[in-house]
Every structure is written in C-alpha cells, then in structure tokens.
C-alpha cells in the first residue's frame, strides 16, 4: 500500500478512536459534578458544567496557531504525538479531580495540549498527493464525525455500567493506544525543510495572513462553525416542541444530532473527491447554498419526521464544508508554512465553536428558534458569495502580479539587447 494511504487509513481509525473516547464524556459532565463532587445546587451544575466544557475551547483557540507553527519547524508527526500522549495523561488525571476548580483547570490544560484533529489534517495534507487531497481530508472528516456520533452514545451506556471516574480512564487508555499506533505505523515522508534562519511567530503570522486567500479562508471557516452551531443548543427545545412520537424526548433530540452526522460521515469522501476533480472552491460554494437552501424549510417543519430528513439533507451538505475548506487552505498556504496555516484555521474555527452557541442562544430568545434558522440560511449565503468574490479577487490580484512580472522581464531583455 502506498504510504500516503497507509498513513491516512491510520489516522482515520485514530480519529475516529480520539473523538469517540473525547465525546465519551460529555453526556455525563453534570453528573459527575453532582455525584462526585457534590455540586447538587442546579444552577452552580449548569455554570460550573458550562465553564468546564467551554474553557478547553479558549485555551484551543489560543494555543492552535502556534502549535501549528512550531510543526512546520520540528514536523507534524511530533505534534499528533505530543497532543495524544499530552490529552492521555490530563484526561487520566481528570478522573482523579475532586473539585470543580481541578476539573476547570485540567479542562484548560488539556485545550492547551489538544490539537491531535488539526495535527493529524495538517500531517495529511502535506503527505498526500496534491491531486488527492480533497479525497483523504473528506475521509479524516469522516472518521471523526462517526467518533464524535458514537462517543456520547458509548459513554451514555458505559454511564449505567461503571461509574464515572473509570470512563474517564478508559477515555485516556483510547486516545493512548490512538497515539501509540500513530508512533509506530504512520511515517512522515514530507517533513520540514531544514532552514539556517527561521522567522519568528509574529513575522510568520503576518506572512500567512497577507497571504491574500488565507484570511478570506479563515474567516469562512469561522462563519461554517458558527452558523452551524448557533442553533444546536436549542434543537431539543424544539424537538419537545415539535412533539417527540411516543414521547421519547431524549432519543429523538439525540436522533436529530445523529442523522446529521451520518450523514455527513457519508459525504464527506465523496464530495472530497469531486473536490479533486472540478475544485474544492466550486465543492464549498455549492455546499454553503446547499446548506443554506435545507436551513430554509427548517423553519416551516411540523413533526419531527420532517426535521429529521431535513437534518438528513443538511448533513450530505456539511459533508463537503471543512474538508473543503482544508483542501483549500492546503493549497494556499505558503510552502513549508502548512500547519501555521491549519493552526489560524483551527483557531477561527474554535472561535465559532464558542460563539456560535452563544450568540444563538440569545438571539433565540428573540425571534425563536425558527428565525434563527433563516437567519443562519441567510448567513450561509452571504459567505458562499463572498467566498467566491473573495477567491475572484485574489486570483485577479495573481494574475495581474504575473502579468506585471512577465512585462518587467520582457522590458529588461529589450534593454539589454
């Protein structure tokens, strides 16, 4: 088998095992903090639950762009081994945490040490043929779609079986063996040129983002994230709304969640390989509209049924969004300079992680959930457009730098002559 091959059916698995074994322990969050550490007030559970589960995300955002710029000085093997060996020993100790503050600030460590999913993209990309890029980023997608679908699933059961302190063990024993499978079966063949002078963060960072495609990209990335998300907190709500049949609330509203990701799981190669042939750009336009077009009857659905096949729809569509996205910073990304673009890209794409529900939440208190899905359609086309407007005029901008380049050198010639 080919290298690249190999090396992407590996990190599939391991993707797969890392966001299972990660979403494991979102289900019972709250639990833990009543049971284990005796936070039985309701609203000190759901602050303390809420700033535990957002603090890995801030210290994510933080510390992306330089974990990604460091693997483009040391390699981008190191940096998946480094964050699933860093995530096993901070998940491991979690389970040992008897307050909420030690769990708050092992939640923040291990945002500071994560970044094994936008490692192991970045290792990808750079070890891939160009012409099958698109193709191995759709089936990383899937891989850690079908973990994140399974995980809060397993970790439900696992829940009812062992108590909770011991799912956060077998959680740190998953993302170990991840890891050790990673050290001894994925080779990296592109590795970082050595270089006698290195420029540093700073200097790095304004290269990328004058980089003129990059900021447009980022910015996209952050707007798909955050659109997506600003309804989802409020998607049980509305389930119960809509009436959940036979009144199982819970199944359906979790139902909801998983249709759109299985969905998207079986998308994601196939429009990463109709990315490789016709364009990752044309493959994330068409998405955003697609996206935004099954966003629309959202708002007009009266059953659960029908939320269902829309959210079916919706996730075929996601399904051609960040592997996209990826493919495209890849191929924008100055040489060698790969991962500290991924890492400004996984930061963006954090902040909408964050905001997104955020913000969803409160505008929902004022046009309702049904409002907040036509705004996120509208939002989603606005970026599509300028996604393409942006992309229009970068390579403009290209074009007439060559096209100026070319008449300097002519110029120069007929001098000389």
Not at 5 to 11: F, G, K
Not at 210 to 233: D, E
């Amino acid at each position: 088998m080919e290298i690249w091959r190999r090396n992407l059916y590996i990190l599939m698995a391991s993707q797969f095992l890392v966001m299972g074994a990660m979403s494991m322990i979102i289900p019972f969050l709250p639990l833990y903090l009543k049971d284990e550490m005796g936070v039985t007030d309701p609203e000190k559970t759901q602050l303390w639950a809420g700033l535990i589960f957002g603090i890995n995300f801030l210290s994510a955002f933080v510390m992306a762009p330089i974990w990604g710029s460091l693997a483009d000085k040391v390699g981008r093997k190191i940096m998946v081994l480094r964050s699933g060996f860093g995530m096993t020993i901070v998940i491991f100790l979690m389970g040992l945490a008897t307050s909420p503050l030690q769990l708050l600030i092992l939640r923040l460590l291990n945002g500071t040490v994560s970044g094994f999913i936008p490692a192991s993209i970045s290792l990808v990309a750079t070890n891939t043929p160009k012409e099958r890029t698109g193709y191995a980023l759709g089936m990383l997608q899937s891989g850690a779609v079908s973990g994140s679908i399974m995980g809060p699933f397993i970790g439900g059961i696992m829940a009812e079986v062992v108590d909770y302190r011991t799912i956060f063990s077998l959680t740190a024993l998953m993302i170990g063996l991840a890891t050790l499978v990673v050290t001894f079966a994925v080779k990296e063949v592109s590795k970082p040129e050595p270089a006698q002078e290195r420029a540093g963060f700073l200097a790095e960072g304004s290269h990328i983002f004058h980089r003129k495609p990059l900021p447009i990209l980022f910015s996209v990335g952050f707007m798909l994230q955050f659109a997506m998300l600003a309804p989802m907190p409020q998607m049980s709500l509305f389930v119960d709304q809509l009436g959940a049949p036979g009144g199982y609330l819970a199944f359906f509203a979790g139902l909801v969640t998983a249709v759109t990701g299985s969905a998207n799981m079986l998308a994601s190669p196939r429009l990463g390989r109709l990315g490789d042939q016709f364009g990752s750009d044309r493959v994330l336009f068409f998405a955003m509209l697609g996206a935004a077009v099954s966003f629309v009857p959202h708002a007009m659905v009266t059953s659960v049924w029908q939320l269902l096949v829309l959210r079916f729809l919706l996730g075929l569509c996601m399904g051609g969004l960040l592997p996209s996205l990826h493919s495209l910073i890849r191929k924008n990304a100055p040489r060698g300079k790969e991962s500290t673009a991924y890492g400004y890209s996984t930061s963006a794409v954090f902040l909408g992680h964050m905001l997104g529900p955020i913000t969803g939440g409160f505008l929902a208190g004022w046009i309702g959930i049904r409002g907040l899905f036509l705004l996120t359609a509208g939002l989603l086309v606005a970026g599509a457009f300028w996604l393409r407007s942006g992309l229009r005029r970068s390579a403009a901008s290209e074009s007439r730098r060559a096209s100026s380049g070319s008449r300097h050198v002519s110029r120069r010639v007929v001098n000389s002559s």
